[in-house]
């Protein structure tokens, strides 16, 4: 029954050293995002992509990639994580963008843990 | 640009009692409105979402929120809590056009319910 599916639900990296977390989605949706939630703090938008084309939001750090190789599929790439960045991990999808009642489905999200 | 300012970090009620949720919006365009639910380690689930239509909005689990453009609200309510409603909620807005039309979330309120 699960339509966005995040891997893995925990994930612990060491400092500096890269990772990759994913997500997939059976809904066909065209929009998916990635959201960085950090503890007792509202999520906060890192980018989405709308099919192929990626947004970055201003302030995203370079540190933070994404790739969509597919539409079921969309990564999540931090190149050298710092213990700032440890946080849950939110991936959602839209059907689109534009209508106001395209809402957002949510993955379980990935507890990143940085050591 | 888009805000919604949730007004209480933490809110305690007892079991059976009214639950309130406050939730307060700033857009330059009509917005749109979405309540989510958060369970510990969980990723955010759709409660409601207004979308211009009706005013009073009913959702899951029995909640619901009325929209009021004079005060420029979004309450989220419910009659009787119950310990299952233990958890945070994010109001968010969402415009319809471009940029607006990405999610952006308050910072949260905890509900918790007492016996």
């Known amino acids: 029954d699960a339509m966005v599916i995040q891997n893995p639900r925990y994930q612990v990296t060491q400092f500096g050293k890269p990772v990759t977390l994913s997500c997939s989605q059976t809904l066909n949706h065209n929009v998916m995002y990635w959201y960085q939630q950090k503890s007792s703090q509202a999520p906060k938008l890192l980018f989405h992509?709308?099919?192929?084309?990626?947004?970055n939001e201003a302030d995203t750090p370079d540190n933070f990639q994404s790739r969509r190789p597919n539409t079921s599929f969309c990564f999540l790439d931090i190149r050298s994580p710092g213990l700032g960045d440890a946080a849950m991990y939110l991936c959602?999808?839209?059907?689109?963008?534009?209508?106001?009642?395209?809402?957002?489905?949510f993955g379980q999200g990935t507890r990143l843990t940085v050591v | 640009a888009q805000s919604v300012t949730q007004l209480g970090s933490h809110v305690s009620v007892s079991e059976g009692a009214l639950v309130l949720l406050r939730c307060n919006y700033s857009?330059?365009?009509?917005?749109?409105l979405f309540w989510y639910v958060q369970y510990p380690n969980q990723g955010l689930q759709l409660l409601l979402k207004?979308?211009?239509?009706?005013?009073l909005v009913k959702g899951i689990n029995g909640f619901e929120a009325e929209f009021k453009k004079s005060e420029t609200s979004f309450h989220l309510t419910k009659p009787s809590a119950h310990m299952s409603d233990a958890a945070e909620y994010f109001c968010?807005?969402?415009?319809?056009?471009?940029?607006?039309?990405?999610?952006?979330f308050g910072t949260g309120t905890r509900l918790q319910v007492t016996l």
């Open positions: 959602a999808t839209s059907r689109t963008l534009g209508p106001a009642n395209t809402e957002a489905f």
């Open positions: 857009s330059s365009v009509p917005p749109y």
């Open positions: 992509y709308y099919d192929k084309d990626f947004n």
């Open positions: 207004y979308t211009s239509a009706a005013t």
């Open positions: 968010a807005v969402r415009g319809n056009t471009g940029t607006a039309s990405k999610l952006t």
